[in-house]
């Protein structure tokens, strides 16, 4: 399990890079998305998992040795993070998580429109997660625990990606994630 030290410390040295082929930082893109949940009103739990959504990205950054670029695969950064914060977080934060991979194919899946949204990058990476949903695997994903949550990440991540925007500093977004550790 990782503390919360040793979140931020990851946040610190491997979140500097550029965030896969988008014009922010890994830091900037998660600090982006953790104030768009914080102006949406959403509870800590939701904010604290907009923060640490792309983790993963970094953890497995860390145990390369390198920076974690999009590749011609995919990382499935979505779980690389849970095992490293089950009983540190509560199910509240890590389900979101978990599930914003997912939600981007429902979204593709469930609306049309949503498709045209996506930048570039988003666009490469949902072919490489397996596309958009089919008719059944839409009912499957809205039956999870924590699925509506993992939307509203999902359309905060999808926002989170304007170079140069001012957002509050990672210390603020580690106290909320203090509020919320087990």
């Known amino acids: 399990m ?21 014009a922010v930082t890994q830091l ?3 600090l982006q998305c953790a104030q768009l949940a914080e102006q949406a009103g959403e509870a800590d739990e939701t904010i604290v998992a907009a923060l640490l959504h792309d983790l993963g990205h970094l953890i497995a950054a860390e145990k390369q040795g390198q920076r974690d670029d999009m590749q011609a695969r995919d990382d499935l ?4 993070a849970l095992p490293f914060l089950r009983g540190v977080l509560p199910d509240a934060t890590l389900e979101p998580i978990r599930l914003h991979v997912d939600a981007k194919r429902y ?3 469930a609306e049309q429109s949503y498709w045209a949204t996506l930048s570039p990058a988003s666009k490469r990476s949902l072919e490489l997660q397996g596309g958009a949903y089919s008719h ?10 924590f699925a509506e ?11 989170a990606k304007v170079p140069n925007k001012s957002t509050p500093d990672l210390a603020h977004y580690e106290k909320k994630m203090l509020t919320v550790l087990l």
Do not use: K, V, W
């Open 136 to 145: 059944d695997e839409l009912a499957t994903f809205m039956a999870q625990p």
């Open 149 to 159: 949550e993992a939307l509203r990440l999902r359309r905060y991540d999808d926002l």
């Open 28 to 30: 900037q893109h998660a």
């Open 2 to 22: 990782l503390t919360s030290d040793e979140i931020i410390h990851l946040f610190q040295t491997r979140a500097r890079s550029q965030y896969g082929f988008e």
């Open 107 to 109: 979204l593709c899946g």
């Open 77 to 80: 950064h979505q779980n690389i």
